[in-house]
């Protein structure tokens, strides 16, 4: 049974007792965020919007953070709130809940500023930014899933750092996140990043609500979301986050399931990043194994929807890592859709791993055999060169 490392509300040292967080994750190592890889930064309305203004000069300091951690070679999401925020004051709406029209066309009037001022912070660092909105439905749908990821993965290999948020001016009640915590921990599922931080207007969980509770203990450290640990989530404290801790923790359990491992910081200090960087208190969740082998796993466990047959330069290809082309498929069968699991056999029927498909099941009988010079010509548009991507597949199923 491991302990949870704690620390008191006004930061003396304490052991938070044996709470059973479970095995130690990670080798038990606190994550370095200096040392991410890719990283995604959540961003709560309270923190960008004060009174309906954005907080420029908080921003200014924050793009600093996010061109320093570009430098360094990270990959950087950020995942802002504080749209319907913005676009509320400019339509002079009343305080209180909004109508899901009124916060609709808040959002569409602040969506294009928060962009703007994004682009404008980060400009002079030269870096390009990218707006991306999305709904639940982007990562319920597999082909709309696959559309994120690949789009995702074209704007951080250009070097554009990426601005998400939910696209609350399509979104219903039924095809909505709710709350950019989660969406986050999907956005950093999606990417395959390695770290998620949440900016908030707390410095990480604790054992209680520290501003109703005397003696409620920070928690630096959660190795594993237990039952224990969820009934500390709480409500939300400020007047503008939709998320409390209880959003935060599903977040939680999203991304460390996914390998990506997951803090929790308060962020209203200038340049937050280097904060957390220096020492400053958070909660860090450990990640279930690293993003790469999560993703593997996922895909291992989904049910087949077709099948692959592979000539032997192939076979050989997929164990040294490569992807599957169309070249060396001999044959396809089942009915699948792009997005869809399909099994990668040999032609002595072996299996040799489980993908996902970049083509569905008629296009891929039409390429199997072909060069990819001549795919283009059968299907009438530029192809994707390979059929099952070397990132969407476990091998040695």
């Known amino acids: 049974m491991a302990t949870l490392s704690a620390g008191n509300v006004d930061g003396g040292a304490l052991n938070a007792g044996p709470l059973n967080a479970g095995a130690t994750g990670a080798g038990g190592r606190v994550p370095d965020i200096a040392r991410a890889r890719r990283l995604v930064i959540k961003i709560g309305s309270a923190l960008l919007v004060d009174g309906g203004g954005l907080r420029t000069g908080w921003l200014h300091a924050l793009c600093d953070d996010v061109a320093d951690w570009r430098r ?6 950020v995942v802002s709130s504080g749209s319907i925020a913005l676009g509320r004051r400019v339509l002079d709406l009343r305080p209180g809940p909004l109508t899901l029209e009124q916060a ?39 082909r709309r899933y696959l559309n994120s990821r690949a789009t995702m993965e074209t704007l951080l290999a250009l070097g554009v750092v990426p601005i998400v948020n939910e696209n609350d001016t399509v979104a219903t009640d039924e095809i909505r996140f709710g709350d950019n915590d989660r969406l986050a921990a999907q956005i950093a599922v999606t990417c395959g990043a390695d770290q998620l931080l ?13 501003k109703t509770d005397p003696d409620a203990r920070h928690i630096a450290l959660v190795d594993h979301i237990t ?12 007047g503008l986050s939709k998320g409390g801790m209880k959003t935060k923790l599903m977040a939680a359990r999203t991304a460390v399931a996914g390998g990506c491992a997951m803090a929790i910081a308060e962020g209203s200090v200038l340049r937050p990043l280097s904060a957390v960087a220096g020492g400053a208190r958070v909660t860090w969740f450990l990640p279930e194994g690293d993003p790469q082998a999560a993703r593997k796993r996922w895909i291992a ?18 164990a040294d890592g490569r992807s599957l082309l169309p070249a060396g498929v001999r044959s396809v069968a089942g009915s699948f859709g792009r997005g ?58």
């Open 72 to 77: 360094r070679g990270a990959d950087v999401i």
């Open 340 to 397: 869809d699991p399909v099994l990668i056999l040999d032609e002595d029927g072996t299996t040799l791993a489980q993908g996902i498909a970049r083509y569905d099941a008629a296009d891929s009988r039409r390429i199997a055999g072909l060069r990819s010079d001549e795919i283009g010509a059968v299907l009438g548009y530029d192809p994707r060169a390979a059929l099952v991507h070397r990132d969407d597949m476990a091998v040695g199923r």
């Open 198 to 210: 949440l900016l908030s207007d707390v410095d990480g969980l604790y054992t209680a609500n520290p």
């Open 301 to 318: 466990a989904m049910k087949p929807r077709g099948e692959l047959v592979v000539d032997a330069g192939a076979a050989r290809a997929l």
């Open 104 to 142: 609709q066309a808040a959002a569409a009037v602040g969506q294009i500023r928060l962009a703007r001022a994004y682009e404008e912070m980060l400009a002079p660092h030269g870096v390009t930014t990218g707006q991306v909105l999305v709904t639940l439905e982007d990562s319920q749908n597999r």
């Open 227 to 238: 039952p224990e640990i969820e009934a500390m989530g709480g409500n939300p404290v400020s």
